[in-house]
């Protein structure tokens, strides 16, 4: 028993130096590192540790693979930790804003079911803001999401167990010379060093940033008072998260130094680091297609726009009418003549319901009304006389008798006046005084026709308020005439 107690304790010891002997590591390039990788991450040849690689819709995480205890002696306070970490983003396009990244301290490694997009590879919709995530985050994000109550699409923030940042300030750093703040583009494809400092006594987290090739400002960009004593567990892991959108990005860190238990980081030796690449390997590839793709899409937007401009021409000139300024008194009367052209089927023979000695009458149903109409198709070439003429017209459509057919309206093209009347469902007379195939008309059915065409030339010779001669009447389609049935 003594002798199992025994081996438990130097077990037990060897674990907590283990820890302890991990605490303090610098990383000046990654090649040959000792990391935990998941997802899209890998480490270049060049010693590039590339957490995205030009995969939409992906995550990738990076870390060191040993927990570190956090935790001091009484096991209720965070031990104070410091890291310093160099990054850069090299976006699919210049100017437009990809997903970030994030500094991470987590209890876990596993990040199967976090999503990635706006989520970074952190969380998921159901448990953001899970205290059970024990996740202490330092995002640098690149795209505003209002879901989180982002700041804007540039900034740095601090997040605890949630991606809505208890504290965020736009990307960029103070100068120690002025105090003046001075803007930094995160996805400008160039080098940035970042400093993560906890205080365990004073619970207080600073995050600063600069250009690569600058000392550390003395002012922070960001200070929160954060108490992690239920947030980081002890154990528990430090790395990097990454995930990319519909945008992809490349997301690289090219060095990183941690120190647990108080004091800096130690400084990363900016000499020795890898290079950036200028572009990316998908960059490069779209750009070759670009080259190939944009001539031949340009002449067919060319084509097709000069299709577009004939095609309106066209129909512009299928519908054209011929207006005059003295038609505006007219205008309620005045038709369309789109709403004609598609009322009668485009004038299509099936439509044709009679020919006469000034043009023919089609039927047809008005688009919006939906009322049935007689539209006759008259020739006028000469324009002398046209405005006493519609004049006429609208006139008549004042007319308002049982017997008389309804004149609704007008409509004037070049060389063409059409005519709109009230549909006449019987049809015309000479069909059931003449047609075998129709029962003849008994006498009192006659008379009463004959009646009802004396009382409407009696309306339109004395009882209207102008005299209309009516000239023309004969057997003739119901709904070209001026009489009813």
């Not at 480490?43 to 030009?54: A, H, I, Q, R």
């Not at 947030?231 to 998260?241: E, K, L, N, R, W």
């Amino acid at each position: 028993m003594l002798r199992t107690c025994f081996l438990f304790l130097i077990t037990l010891g060897r674990l907590v130096a283990a820890l302890n002997e991990t605490a303090l590591f610098t990383f000046n390039g990654f090649s040959g590192a000792n990391l935990s990788l998941d997802g899209m991450a890998t480490v270049t040849p060049d010693g590039l540790l590339m957490l995205t690689n030009g995969t939409t819709a992906l995550k990738g995480h990076a870390f060191h693979p040993t927990p570190l205890r956090f935790h001091g002696a009484n096991g209720r306070t965070v031990a104070s930790f410091s890291t310093a970490f160099v990054f850069g983003i090299i976006g699919q396009y210049p100017d437009v804003s990809s997903q970030g990244m994030a500094f991470v301290v987590s209890a876990s490694r596993d990040f199967s079911t976090a999503l990635p997009g706006h989520f970074l590879g952190l969380v998921n919709a159901a448990d953001n803001g899970n205290a059970g995530n024990h996740l202490l985050a330092v995002e640098l994000d690149t795209v505003l999401n209002a879901e989180f109550r982002d700041i804007d699409d540039n900034h740095v923030g601090v997040d605890v167990n949630s991606l809505t940042s208890v504290r965020a300030a736009s990307a960029g750093y103070y100068d120690d010379q002025t105090g003046s703040f001075r803007n930094l583009s995160l996805i400008s494809r160039k080098a940035m060093q970042v400093w993560v400092e906890y205080d365990g006594r004073a619970m207080e987290l600073d995050v600063t940033m600069a250009p690569v090739e600058m000392p550390k400002p003395k002012k922070p960009l960001l200070s929160a008072v954060v108490n992690l004593s239920e947030v980081v567990t002890d154990p528990a892991y430090v790395g990097f998260s990454s995930a990319t959108g519909i945008i992809f990005s490349h997301h690289y860190v090219l060095g990183w130094s941690f120190k647990l238990n108080g004091g800096e980081a130690p400084a990363l030796n900016v000499s020795m680091l890898p290079a950036l690449p200028r572009t990316t390997t998908g960059n490069k590839t779209r750009l070759k297609v670009l080259e190939v793709v944009l001539p031949i899409a340009s002449v067919v937007f060319a084509l097709a726009l000069a299709t577009a401009v004939v095609a309106a021409a066209k129909r512009r000139a299928k519908f054209a009418e011929l207006r005059e300024d003295w038609e505006a008194g007219f205008g309620s009367h005045r038709f369309a003549y789109k709403d004609l052209f598609y009322a009668t089927g485009g004038f299509k023979d099936r439509n044709l319901l009679g020919r006469g000695g000034f043009g023919r009458v089609y039927m047809g149903v008005l688009p919006k009304s939906k009322a049935r109409v007689a539209v006759k198709r008259v020739s006028h070439e000469s324009r002398q006389g046209i405005k006493e003429f519609v004049a006429e017209i609208v006139s008549l459509g004042r007319l308002r008798h049982r017997s008389v057919v309804q004149l609704l309206g007008y409509c004037r093209r070049r060389g063409e006046l059409l005519l709109v009347y009230d549909y006449m469902p019987n049809g015309s007379l000479d069909r059931y005084l003449h047609d075998h195939d129709k029962p003849a008309l008994d006498w009192d059915q006659r008379f009463k026709i004959i009646k009802d065409v004396a009382s409407g030339l009696l309306y339109l010779h004395e009882d209207w308020e102008k005299v209309v001669v009516h000239r023309d009447i004969k057997a003739r389609p119901a709904m070209c005439s001026s009489t009813r049935r």
